[in-house]
């Protein structure tokens, strides 16, 4: 029996300790971890590092506190379009959905796309009508507003910038698009991301978290990662599968990969994020090159921890 790993975040960003109340400090790690222990409760009894993800991203996808499903972020139109992705590192199977609306649990439709269609990446309305087709749960407008969200956007709206909702100044600061990777008992991988982008984005815009190889990338012979950060320079960067290459074809191992990729090859086009990963041995990272990032990990070798700050 191979260790087995679950690893997740809520997020990077300026995330500074001063900022930060201890009553919220406590709501972020008590979302964090629910999250681990949906997640890690699968893989203890033997479930598969697909299902751990989902069921941890989906917890991170319910609490208001972080940037997808509930609690997204505003596009510059005023409505709440979210991106999802899931990968298995088994099969190299992926499903994607990018600018849905009102779909309670993206990654839960992220993840029919990838097994009831032929397809991988579904977007907008034809998204929204698959996701009727299967049942997908959707929820009105409010069940998604939270005023802390909405008083962001209003900070930025008929500006031409769009920002992380991380690094929006404003008292009370929330952080975070979501996202996990899991190595279970039997050596394979999974990620999932789900986010809500970010605030003020032109609606339409699809960031790194729906597009495979960017945001999210799973692959049994080197890693599964979940990103977080500034969509568009992951995207370029093709942030998740350059890990996986340089573990690939330099052999590297999943640490040293992330660390060239986060620090370097990130930071030199101004990347701000970072992401979390484990290889089919179930080693862990977790990688940023911002202020914070909410992040926790759980392995079968006893290792439990949760953090936010460097
Ligand atoms: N990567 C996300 C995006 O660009 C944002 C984030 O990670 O907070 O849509």
Redesign the pocket.
């Known amino acids: 029996m191979a260790a087995y790993t679950l690893t997740i975040h809520g ?3 300026t995330i500074l300790r001063e900022d930060m109340t201890p009553e919220l400090e406590a709501a972020y790690t008590r979302g964090l971890q629910e999250a681990l222990d949906a997640g890690y409760t699968l893989l203890d009894k033997g479930g598969t590092a697909l299902d751990a993800v989902l069921a941890a991203t989906r917890s991170l996808e319910d609490c208001i506190l972080f ?1 997808a499903g509930r609690g997204s972020v505003f596009a510059n139109d005023g409505s709440q379009e979210m ?1 999802a992705s899931v990968m298995d590192g088994k099969t190299l199977m992926a499903g994607a959905v990018a600018a849905v609306r009102h779909i309670r649990n993206p990654v839960d439709l992220a993840y029919t796309v990838m097994t009831q269609s032929q397809h991988v990446l579904l977007i907008g309305k034809g998204a929204e009508d698959f996701a009727a087709l299967h049942e997908i749960k959707t929820e009105p407008d409010e069940y998604f507003f939270s005023p802390f969200r909405y008083e962001q956007w209003k900070k930025m709206q008929g500006t031409n910038e769009a920002a ?3 690094n929006v100044k404003v008292t009370d600061k929330k ?3 979501v996202g996990a990777a899991a190595c279970d008992m039997h050596g394979n991988i999974a990620a999932a ?1 789900s ?4 605030t003020n ?1 032109q609606w339409g ?5 729906s597009v495979i190889g960017a ?1 999210t990338y799973a692959n049994n012979k080197t890693c599964a990662i979940s ?6 320079m ?1 995207i370029r960067a093709v942030t998740a599968y350059d890990v996986s290459c340089l573990m690939e074809y330099k052999g590297l191992s999943l640490q040293e990969a992330m660390e060239i990729v986060v620090y370097d090859k990130l930071m030199k086009i101004d990347g701000e ?1 970072g992401m979390v990963g484990v290889d089919a041995k179930g080693n862990a990272a977790m990688v940023f090159n911002s202020e914070g990032m909410y992040r926790g990990m759980r392995s079968s070798t006893k290792i439990s921890e949760i953090k936010i700050y460097k």
Do not use: P, Y
């Open positions: 997020g990077a960003g940037n991106d992380l909702d991380h952080f975070g698009t991301t986010t809500g982008g970010m984005k815009r699809v960031g790194d978290s945001g990103c977080t950060g500034h969509g568009e992951f994020g």
